[in-house]
Nanobody
Framework: QVQLVESGGGSVQSGGSLRLSCAAS????????MAWFRQGPGKEREGVAV???????TYTDSVKGRFTISRDNAKNMLYLQMNSLKPEDTAMYYC???????????????WGRGTQVTVSS
């Protein structure tokens, strides 16, 4: 049974940092592309960052230079380091696993339940 469990969310002030983690189990982690998505209040779920099997990464424009996605295939873990956080980063953050390297929501087969990030000004 595939499981993706996010952790590390919380409340921070503008300019602060958080590190999100996603623990994966029940499938061959290294064979899947992994991504972070987020959904803010009243907004569509959007792709934030995707990482390939090794070092390839892609970010949505609004987080470039502030967020870093990484993975540890030995530990079946996905991470998102978020620096210089802004109020507009407030959202539920989800990790996802899929077979296509994409920031499109429909490219992903498996989803976690999310972890809340709240950034106050």
């Amino acid at each position: 049974q595939v499981q993706l469990v996010e952790s590390g969310g919380g409340s921070v002030q503008s300019g602060g940092s958080l590190r999100l983690s996603c623990a994966a189990s029940g499938y061959s982690f290294r064979d899947y592309y992994m991504a972070w998505f987020r959904q803010g209040p009243g907004k569509e779920r959007e792709g934030v960052a995707v990482i390939g099997n090794y070092i390839s990464t892609t970010y949505t424009d609004s987080v470039k230079g502030r967020f870093t996605i990484s993975r540890d295939n030995a530990k079946n873990m996905l991470y998102l380091q978020m620096n210089s956080l802004k109020p507009e980063d407030t959202a539920m953050y989800y990790c996802a696993a899929g077979n296509v390297y994409s920031l499109r929501r429909d490219a992903y087969n498996y989803w976690g339940r999310g972890t809340q990030v709240t950034v106050s000004s």
